[in-house]
């Protein structure tokens, strides 16, 4: 009797000790997380960073990038605004009961932030498009662009008819395009000058893609890298750190130049596709850096790692995973 009494009283205090050791857990995940934003956004190359952080129930989406001072960048030029698609024109969402639901699924850690979209609700742009032309005169400035974001797509909404992210013109134009995923259940990674038509992008443009079946846990971390060159570089894609395709891609920024010309009607979409409709998910946050990151900055396993070199970057972000 003595035992089992001995043996009850350890299971309570289990049972008590357990949830406040996950929430300890929780917290330093947390802490981790939060350093290694920081110092993401005090990179040079990172131009745009949504972390979401210091936005929550707001219509505004803060850059946190520092990126290049001696070019004299500017981050508020690239912040988001959550805009309201039934008014006419681009106008800021000031709706209360929109906004709640856009900021009501949590992130990938508790208490943080993150954006949901779906049919009829807000998506959020660089607004107005002269901020899209800032982006773009980086973008051609550097001939290289790395993409990286945290996404949840429940799997009743793998078949996608609209864009995660949209970069081009108002009119069609596409300059840049991610699918996560399309309607057949594929990542599509797009770039070049194709015309937007019933959301398919023309002839004209590079593309790589892979299908969605790779990845552990609802939340997974996205890479989408282009390099520039003579032979118009490489287009990769990287799911939780892990580089899964590849392809030569035929235009080194030739053709996306021309569709960042027009500086007046510039889109940057992230929730919608211009002329489509909406995408349906939740994203946690979103990275775009001016250079093609190398795979020491993107991959996470060790033995794909270039020996002797030091990851950086966010080369260990998928280790904090989802915790929810």
Known sequence: MELLVVIGIIALLVGLLLPTLAGARAQARYVRWQAFSRDMSMDPNCCLLWNL????????????AVGDQAIGFNPKNLDGCIYNHIAPGMVPQTSAAVLATSWGQPGRFRGKP??????????ISCY???NSSYLASLLKSSQAITIMAWVYVPPADWAQTSAFLYFGSGTGNVALDVNIPWSNSYIYWSAGGGTLSNGNIGAGYDQVSVPETLGAGPWQMWVFTKSSGTNGGLMKIYPNGKLVSSAIATDSFGRFQGVLTATQD????????VNVGYWLGT???????????????????TNTVIPGVTPVRFVQMCDMGNNN
């Not at 952080?53 to 946190?64: A, E, F, S, V, W």
């Not at 993150?114 to 998506?123: E, H, I, K, L």
């Open 114 to 123: 993150a954006q949901t979209f779906g049919v009829g609700s807000p998506s």
């Open 283 to 301: 994203f946690d946050e979103l990275a775009i850096f001016d250079a093609d990151l190398s795979p020491n900055d993107v991959v996470v396993a």
């Open 266 to 273: 510039n889109c940057f979409d992230v929730g919608s596709c």
């Open 53 to 64: 952080q210091n936005d929550l129930g707001g219509n505004t989406i803060t850059n946190m």
């Open 128 to 130: 107005p498009p002269t």
